[in-house]
């Protein structure tokens, strides 16, 4: 698996696969999500490394929101 490091400026799904470690058919589930930043270049998903990094940051602190929300809601009931 490489790391955001050794990945091209522009991927594509070939890229995800490596990176994320996913099926192809995983793969275009994930480019086809909404909030996923792919575009269709030619007819092939296309993606800026740089507009990745920024969707894993954003996704990263929306799991820690949902946990700090969990964590306070568990302290509520206790």
Sequence with gaps: MKNLNELPEI????DLMEFFGLSRAGTYRLVRKKGFPAFKLLGRYTIQKRSL?????????EAEMRGLILYIIYLVKI
Excluded: A
Excluded at 53 to 61: G, P, S, V
């Design 53 to 61: 990094i920024k969707w894993l940051e954003r996704q990263e602190r």
């Design 11 to 14: 991927l594509e799904v070939s």
